[in-house]
């Protein structure tokens, strides 16, 4: 194989200004006739530059390709998190069938060493990023995806659901059935501040729907910074209220467990007393007593596709793509969809 040294001693000039010059680097100030006469030698001695060994790697296939997996969460929170695992499980079983090799690094505290990004044919990120930690990935990615987040613009490539119209979808099937009382649960987003509590996505369409339709009682809403028990202690408090809801929507299935507890705690009974459903569908969900109802969001299918855009990225695509995978209502026994005369219909 032909080395850049090799090129650089046949025109007269350093391996770092031959680099620079196949690697398109528009930083670089070095006369016209110079950077013909590299491109030139490198074509005639076959010199494929790294950009091209990359390309053809992803058109091939992606044999030979190193993909950065960067995750929000370090590894104890991601595997207390089933839905990160199936968005992770899915960029590596995509990344197994195309032999390309998977480099893990976690962005939690202190940023990594760049390099890692750098040395990497592409990054795939998953989970949400905002101010410098975003440039910082944008920075240091040759090319970049988002799997479960869509950053603000139309410059990054991202794959997601659309939680929002899931959400809403999810209310109207509730409201048809004859609920009334519906409350909600959830975290508060970290990038919008003690300002802005109820911005996640999820929250912010529960408030509008239920406002449109003279539904909302801000009793029945509430959010705090997730922790492990945040579902358990939200939901003891929102059902220790005078008139609590007879239907709780959870931000996702994790906090759906912990509500479980507090419901079977206070000697309540699901769905009879009140009747849960909630987000992601994660394995155990269907094996809850009763199965939780839930909104299924295809992670594994997020990390699937999130390799997808980055090989097509790779073989050439120039323009930014954002893909929207739908979701499912997972109806269960947390919820009598069944037999909507054993629904309440108190307001």
């Not at 959870?250 to 987000?279: Q, W």
């Amino acid at each position: 194989m032909v080395t850049i040294k090799e090129i650089a001693s046949a025109v007269g000039v350093s391996s770092a200004t031959v680099s620079r010059v196949l690697n398109y680097d528009p930083t670089l100030s070095i006369s016209t006739s110079k950077r013909q006469a590299i491109i030139e030698t490198a074509e005639a001695l076959n010199y494929a530059t790294p950009r091209n060994r990359i390309r053809a790697a992803a058109q091939g296939g992606g044999a030979g390709l190193k993909i950065a997996l960067v995750h929000f969460l370090d590894p104890a929170q991601e595997l207390a998190d089933p839905y990160y695992v199936g968005v992770r499980l899915g960029i590596e079983s995509r990344c197994q069938a195309l032999k390309s090799e998977v480099v893990k690094v976690f962005l939690t505290g202190s940023a990594p060493e760049a390099a890692m990004l750098e040395g990497a044919s592409g990054v795939v990120a998953v989970g949400h990023y905002y101010g410098d930690e975003l440039e910082w990935l944008r920075r240091h990615s040759r090319h970049l995806v988002f799997a479960d987040y869509a950053p603000a613009g139309d410059v990054d490539d991202a794959v997601l659901s659309d939680v929002s119209l899931a959400m809403s979808r999810l209310l109207a099937a509730i409201h048809g059935m004859g609920y009334r009382r519906i409350g909600f649960i959830g975290w508060i987003d970290a990038f919008y501040g003690p300002d802005n509590i109820h911005a996640e996505r999820r929250c912010r369409t529960y408030i509008d729907w239920m406002t449109k339709a003279g539904l909302y009682d801000p009793e029945l809403c509430m959010v705090e910074r997730m922790t492990p028990d945040s579902g358990y202690t939200l939901a003891k408090a929102m059902l220790s209220k005078p008139n609590p809801p007879t239907i709780l929507i959870t931000c996702n299935d994790n906090m759906a467990l912990g509500a479980y507890r507090a419901i079977h705690e206070m000697g309540l009974k699901i769905p009879d007393d009140v009747a849960v459903v909630s987000f992601n569908d994660i394995p155990v969900a269907q094996f809850l007593g009763p199965p939780l109802s839930t909104v299924k969001i295809p992670a594994e299918l997020i990390g699937e596709t999130a390799v997808d855009l980055l090989l097509e990225r790779l073989s050439g695509r120039e323009i930014a793509k954002k893909v929207v995978l739908g979701t499912e209502i997972i109806w269960r026994g947390s919820t009598p969809f069944q037999d909507s005369g054993r629904l309440r219909q108190s307001v």
